[in-house]
């Protein structure tokens, strides 16, 4: 049975469609051992011949990822989406409204619960991400806190949120590190947001998001677009360089629109944490394995 | 022997969806018959026949459905859709144009 271990290890498909595929191999060994017993085979070595018949375990596993790995335009463009309103709300200067906090709070709240008890589907990721998206900016603002809070602050507020965080990888490690990549994406461009418009300044001014707002829409086009083609391709080595490439770039966008607030080692530091968050998942998994 | 794997790739689909045409089959039904009709010809690695079988699917060429056994066996049958027909009848007419005309050529008729 260490033969259909090792291939659910393999696997990188939605929990539903992995199950399926190991009851459907699971019941094809079962039939295939009962031959060969009744055939004379002695009952271990009919086993370990059936599992022999499959053939590598981590070919078949690749195989039926690429079966699967491609999502259609419709799961594409939901995938996007949360990219997609961000975008058109900083457009529209309709962010950061309270309105249109509010109204993207919400949306992606309850799109979120609805992903998470309905199988967890690969569209799920980038929502998830964007919900994180408010985590990251409170935990920054707390150095703007009176001096003697951001301790106080800090200590419960960064236990927290580590928690949650390690809760959401953990969960979504069981089925590929990718997804975790693909759900951490917004968190360099949104960290490179908020240093360009804090650094330097005593205390952070909102009026700084209206003003940049189409870059901010430029930036989260971009990763939108980034989502979309992530979703349509299906080889994994190129779904990396997909995550790779436009981060970079968007970080580029983040740092050139800064108007040199943040600087060359800033952009380093920033694309380094992006490589670091979309590199990372893998060998966390590795360890977690 | 790349070449004959490189043909067996081309030929994998119309080959699984006219056995599938024929009647309802699961994976290791298709496998022993595959053998057994190709006279030993063809052998696949089973695993890789269930990735084929999923893409015909997802392709909506077959559907496949759950069925338990008597003896609390589970099988998963395929059953060929209209579009997977209309697929299999296109791409055997491509099979026996591309099968006569290479036949014309290595073996010529004679007057």
Known sequence: MSYLHELRDYLKLEPSVKDEFLLELSSHVEEKSRELIEAGLPDYEAKLEAFRALGSAKLIAKQIYEVYSQGTWKQALGAALPHVLIAALFALRLLPTVAGIITLAAMVTATVIYGWCHGKPNWLFPWLGVLLIPAIITGIMLIYLPSGWTWFAALTYIPLAAFVLVLIVRQTLKRDWLSISLMLLPVPLVLGWVLAFSLGNEYFDARHLYQAGTWIALSFAILALTVIIFTRVKQRWLKIWVLVIPEILVITVVVLSSNSTISFWGWLLLSLLALALILGPAFIEKKVK | ?111
């Not at chain 2, 026949?49 to 338990?68: M, Q, S, T």
């Open chain 2, 1 to 111: 022997m790349s070449y004959k794997r490189e043909l067996l790739k081309g030929s994998t689909d119309p080959i699984l969806l006219h056995l599938i045409s024929q009647k309802p089959m699961y994976g290791y039904q298709i496998i022993k018959d595959l053998e057994r009709m190709s006279r030993g010809y063809f052998q696949f690695k089973e695993g890789t026949l269930y990735p084929a079988l999923h893409r015909l699917e997802k392709a909506g060429l077959i559907i496949g459905k759950w069925e338990k056994l008597s003896n609390g066996q589970v099988r998963r049958y395929y059953n060929i859709t209209e579009k997977g027909l209309q697929v299999l009848n296109e791409r055997l007419e491509t099979w026996r144009g591309f099968a006569a005309a290479v036949n014309l050529i290595v073996a010529p008729a004679t007057n």
